[in-house]
């Protein structure tokens, strides 16, 4: 399984600022993901980031708010933009491993954020 | 809107006992990961099962799937206080020709008294 690392684990920022998070895997993977996971709730896609062109959004997520950028295969970050007390969730990264034909996904640290 | 339901929500049970959690989902899947997630950590991947197996085992961890009946089960065998914490089933969509994109259920918050 891959060694994932996020930066960083926590902070807590005041609205209308921009937080940028960092995914950092010790193996070249294909595919990393963006997850959100609000207050007591599961987690739900933002975005596949393709390295080398532009993230793939999930319906109810954008490019302004959620910019992403993946520069080579074992690094990726996610800026949440403009924020609001409703982006207080935890986010985290994950990348997909691939063995013996299955595609175990597996997940950082994650990064909680608390917006006041 | 999530592709995956499991029940129970909550589940409480002695040490020792065994613990059945089950995920719903409604569309075709390449396969099936379950997840642990302790007091809002980070997501331990526990076990994958693919759509044309039907049961797997990892040490105490026993995972079926019924791709006809569009469910699965985890059973986690002589339970320990340290198993408690939130399940997660997520089921894996194809995209491009590989792998997938995974969708969660809401998750099963299991606490194991001692």
């Known amino acids: 399984s891959a060694v994932i690392s996020q930066k960083p684990s926590r902070d807590i920022c005041q609205r209308g600022t921009s937080l940028t998070i960092q995914c950092q895997v010790d193996?070249?993977?294909?595919?990393m993901f963006w997850y959100r996971q609000q207050p007591g709730q599961s987690l739900t896609l933002i975005a596949t980031?393709?390295?080398?062109?532009?993230?793939?959004?999930e319906s109810g997520f954008v490019i302004d708010k959620f910019p992403i950028s993946r520069p080579n295969l074992t690094f990726s970050t996610l800026t949440v933009s403009n924020m609001s007390p409703e982006d207080s969730s935890i986010y985290l990264c994950s990348v997909e491993a691939v063995g013996q034909s299955s595609y175990e996904q597996y997940f950082g640290p994650g990064t909680r954020l608390t917006v006041t | 809107s999530q592709q995956g339901e499991e029940d129970p929500q909550a589940l409480s049970i002695q040490e020792g006992e065994n613990a059945t959690m089950n995920c719903s989902y409604k569309t075709s899947i390449n396969n099936l990961q379950w997840y642990r997630q302790n007091s809002g950590r980070g997501l331990v991947h526990l076990i994958l099962i693919r759509s044309n197996e039907r049961e797997k085992h990892s040490g105490r961890l026993r995972v079926t799937l019924d791709t006809s009946k569009k469910s699965s089960s985890l059973l986690i065998t002589a339970s320990r206080a340290a198993d408690t914490a939130s399940y997660f089933c997520a089921t894996a969509l194809p995209i491009y020709n590989q792998g997938g994109k995974l969708i969660f259920g809401q998750g099963t918050e299991l606490s194991v008294k001692p």
């Open positions: 980031a393709n390295q080398g062109s532009e993230a793939t959004y």
């Open positions: 193996s070249q993977v294909t595919m």
